[in-house]
């Protein structure tokens, strides 16, 4: 009797476990006004399925369960609660799987003790244990997560889903779970490691994403800077140009008393000078690249501060075949791996050069930097033990690999070169 007593506290506790948390995972929050609807649902499907096991017994009571219960909680999330249909099933499919902690523990309790009261006591237990600990460290991620657009919700769809297919195919319908078959057991092995593998794919595409939009506000804020540089560059501009306008009758003068006096040379010597200062008021121009001059500007202020002498040579289109996000990968972070390297050295040995052509159709970037520590080269990509660095050369051969490129860093006594074709 005080078995049949606790194990029907157990079938309780379980169902509403599962009607509770599938509220939860959803986001619904269990105020007064859910928990009464939610304790009358589970009040309901409770007596259903207590009333077609003392008419039918366990075992139909048990395949009939998904009928009693499921389908109907998925009726209530959608219909009362305005939740989408695959989200719901989603939730409800993740508190079945959630129940299989206190079953796991339970049958472990068993077989330790061979005791069936032990059984269903530790079930009761672990069940409220774990649904308060879902409630409060859990079900807010959860709800989170399931508002995902949908391609990214199938990693969290997958398991939940086969495991419910695989629990009452082999242990409710069948006693296939028990057969002893190894095609049974290893099963769920198999699908472990199908929900690992996706789950590494789309962590990836999504870190990828990540990545890129990361760039893109990385370009945006290089633009802002660059343009309030160009700005005040402009205004630096034109009020040399001013100066000069104002003073232009005086040179003018003065040079021709020079050249009125045959003072030739002092008259060159002026006009040198003049030219020298009108040269002052121009902005750096790299090239004909807008997303190359805004990278180059964006390094040139740390470069003048180290006094690194840096020298290019630059002959490429306006427009370019690769993006503007994957370019800004390749140079910002070669450059800054670049800037890293020489700035240890003794200020005339800081030197980096950059190489930037077109050969048929293919964009050719050399950059070479010498360097106070020589860097080793594993497997083809440099390391280094130095925390918080490495990533940029990982960053810039996975964007050439991305491009269909190809990527080569190499060292010498003297330099260390970063070659990329694409």
Same mark, same amino acid.
């Given at each position: 009797m005080f078995i049949d007593i606790l194990n029907i506290v157990h079938n309780a506790t379980t169902l509403l476990f599962g009607v509770f948390a599938s509220a939860a995972f959803l986001g619904i929050r269990l105020n007064r006004k859910n928990n009464l609807t939610l304790l009358l649902f589970s009040c309901v499907s409770g007596a259903i399925h207590l009333f077609v096991y003392q008419l039918y017994g366990t075992s139909f009571a048990e395949q009939l369960y998904p009928l009693i219960t499921h !389908?109907? $909680?998925? $009726? *209530? $999330? /959608? *219909? =009362? =609660?305005?939740?989408? &249909? /695959? !989200?719901?099933?989603l939730s409800i499919l993740t508190a079945y799987l959630c129940c299989q902690i206190s079953n796991w523990i339970g049958i @472990? @309790?068993? &077989? $330790? /003790?061979n005791q069936q009261w032990i059984y269903y006591s530790v079930r009761i237990c672990i069940t409220a244990i774990v649904f308060v600990l879902l409630i409060h460290y859990v079900s807010d991620i959860t709800a989170q997560l399931l508002q995902k657009p949908t391609r990214s919700l199938m990693i969290l769809r997958f398991m939940p889903f086969v495991y419910y297919i695989f629990d009452y195919v082999t242990s409710i319908y069948t006693s296939l779970l028990y057969s002893g078959l190894e095609i049974v057991g290893e099963f769920l092995g198999f699908v472990l490691c199908l929900t690992y593998l996706m789950f590494l794919f789309l962590y990836f595409k999504e870190y990828e994403a990540n990545k890129e939009a990361e760039q893109r506000n990385q370009i945006i804020e290089m633009k802002r800077v660059q343009s309030e540089k160009e700005l005040e560059a402009l205004h630096r501009s034109e009020r040399a140009v001013s100066i000069l306008r104002h003073d232009m009758r005086h040179f003018l003068l003065s040079i021709s008393s020079y050249i009125e006096n045959n003072e030739n040379e002092k008259a060159l010597d002026y006009i040198n000078e003049v030219i020298h200062t009108s040269d002052k008021t121009a902005l750096q121009r790299y090239c004909k690249n807008n997303i190359v001059n805004l990278i180059l500007s964006s390094h040139e202020g740390e470069m003048k501060k180290k006094q690194i002498t840096f020298q290019y040579t630059i002959q490429i289109p306006e427009k370019l075949r690769i993006s503007d996000v994957d370019l800004t990968a390749l140079l910002s972070n070669g450059l800054e791996n670049a800037i890293h390297a020489v700035s240890d050295l003794p200020m005339p040995k800081r030197i980096i050069r950059l190489d930037m052509h077109m050969n048929h159709d293919k964009l050719l970037i050399s950059l070479k930097n010498t360097y106070a520590i020589k860097p080793q080269i594993i497997d083809g990509l440099p390391y280094t033990s130095e925390a918080g660095h490495g990533f940029g050369t990982k960053s810039i051969w996975y964007v050439a690999e991305k491009q269909n490129g190809n990527c080569q860093f190499m060292v010498d006594d003297r330099f260390f070169t970063m070659r990329i074709i694409l």
């Open positions: !389908i109907p $909680l998925v $009726l *209530l $999330l /959608t *219909l =009362y =609660y305005k939740y989408n &249909a /695959t !989200i719901s099933i @472990a @309790a068993f &077989a $330790l /003790t």
